[in-house]
């Protein structure tokens, strides 16, 4: 085999190599077909090959690829930035886009400060995270990310943001139960930011649900209603990253709209260009800009490629895609079927703990006792042991941490193109229904 120069996730392992991909379906060059259980990284919600998407390209392409925007603004890039506006809740109407998740968590932590600092509040420049999350792996935006083995290399570098729990009601952080529990999890921020000082917070930032770190946690009815309160109160800005959950994932274009809150910055990423060509954005809301716009006036952040043509023209067209064929609203639906199909795992197996989600962003988590919920050790590796059974047996699913600071836990995400149909729901249950039970039964 020829030697690979290629630097992959790990060095000494072998990789298939995909050679194409049709709607939920990727296939290698050994013609081996994949069912794309979770989007790749939750992020090819309109599934592949789409050729609406592939004109637009092609299309742009032919009138320009790359214009730079400190020299030039572009039609593509205006028109997503007023699309994004018509879109997203309130008046969050102004959009800075970059090219990866990472890069929109970063940008939406300078514009916050860089508000404060507009209105001669200088000292306002620490931004608060909770444990349990992950913004990114770029410096700034992995300090924000409480996922100590991501962190764990780098600490050293990276600043204490993360210092609250998550709102983990499977294993709740203060042992209580909901709704006797009186939302301690968001309370627990008001006393963080009472021990740092208002003075010295510029914002807070949160998944809305937690992804990659928890596999899809779902916060209990009227926390972040306290959480935009507390931030409120204390002169905080609310930074929602939507890189995993934005763009119709959980049921609704925002997951935030669940809640019925308000964030003042939103990160985007991942279905914002469905994975066709990497694109992110942050989007800000008038009031964070107002100041900026009668002050200064320079955002201090920017990429070569921000708001590059090609990549705001194929944007376009999936949230063009996504509203002709209502894909909320079937991300909605659909996520009612497979989540309720998949919480019967639960009765089916003696692994599985947890099944959650909202929309067709869906996590499982794995524990060794379901009654007293302890996970695995780590050294069991059972999310990996799952991945590669369903990657033998023709499914694709991303992996996830879960558990509690400090303790390993072992958690999936199920989150399928949002156009997934109901024979493909049903195929994708079976495999990984198949696939569960072939782990369940060499762990004992
Ligand atoms: N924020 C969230 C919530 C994510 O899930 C991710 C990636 O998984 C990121 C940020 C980072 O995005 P990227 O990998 O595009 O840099």
Redesign the pocket.
């Known amino acids: 085999m020829m030697r690979s120069h290629l630097i992959k996730p790990i060095l000494d392992e072998e990789y298939k190599q995909i050679s194409h991909g049709s709607g939920v379906y990727l296939y290698d060059t050994d013609g081996k077909k994949y069912l794309d259980g979770s989007s790749g990284?939750v992020t090819c919600s309109i599934g592949h090959g789409v050729k609406e998407v592939i004109n637009a390209m092609h299309d742009q392409a032919k009138k320009v690829s790359f214009v730079y925007r400190s020299q030039f603004t572009n039609e593509p890039a205006e028109r997503l930035a007023e699309k994004l506006a018509q879109l997203a809740p309130g008046d969050l109407n102004w959009s800075f886009f970059v090219n990866?998740?990472?890069e929109a968590?970063e940008t939406a932590m300078k514009i916050a400060i860089q508000y404060w600092q507009e209105k001669g509040k200088h000292q306002k420049s620490k931004i608060l995270s909770r444990w349990m999350s992950?913004?990114?792996?770029t410096i700034g935006?992995l300090s924000l990310s409480g996922h100590t083995e991501r962190r764990a290399r780098f600490v050293p570098l990276l600043d204490a943001n993360p210092v609250i729990s998550p709102p983990y009601c499977y294993r709740c952080p203060f042992d209580r139960t909901y709704p006797g529990c009186q939302l301690k999890c968001a309370t627990e921020l008001e006393t963080a930011i009472n021990r740092i000082g208002s003075d010295h917070i510029a914002a807070f930032v949160v998944?809305p649900l937690v992804?990659?770190a928890g596999g899809a946690i779902v916060p209990p009815a009227g926390y972040y209603e306290k959480i935009r309160d507390i931030c409120d109160r204390n002169q905080i800005l609310l930074i929602a990253?939507e890189?995993?959950t934005g763009i119709g994932r959980t049921g609704k274009m925002f997951a935030m709209e669940h809640w019925s809150v308000q964030p003042d910055i939103i990160?985007l990423?991942?279905g914002l260009s469905a994975g066709y060509t990497p694109i992110?954005a942050t989007l800000v809301s008038d009031s964070i800009i107002e100041p900026i716009l009668t002050g200064s006036k320079l955002i201090m952040s920017g990429h070569t490629y921000s708001a590059n043509p090609q990549s705001a023209a194929v944007a376009l067209a999936v949230l063009t895609y996504i509203e002709k064929h209502s894909l909320v609203e079937a991300s909605h639906s659909k996520g009612i079927f497979l989540l309720n199909e998949l919480q019967q795992f639960k009765k089916k197996f003696t692994i599985v703990g947890d099944v959650r989600g909202k929309g067709l962003l869906i996590g499982i988590e794995f524990v060794s006792n379901t009654n007293t919920k302890l996970p695995f050790k780590k050294d069991c590796k059972v999310t990996n042991l799952v991945i590669k059974q369903a990657q033998i047996n023709g499914l694709l699913i991303y992996p996830s941490t879960a558990g509690i600071e400090g303790v390993s836990g072992d958690a999936i995400l199920v989150a399928p193109p949002l156009t997934i149909t109901e024979t493909e729901m049903n195929e994708l249950i079976y495999l990984l229904y198949k696939t569960i039970k072939e782990v369940e039964d060499s762990l004992q």
């Open positions: 990284a990866s998740g990472s968590t992950y913004h990114g792996i935006s998944e992804g990659a990253d890189v995993m990160a990423g991942k992110a």
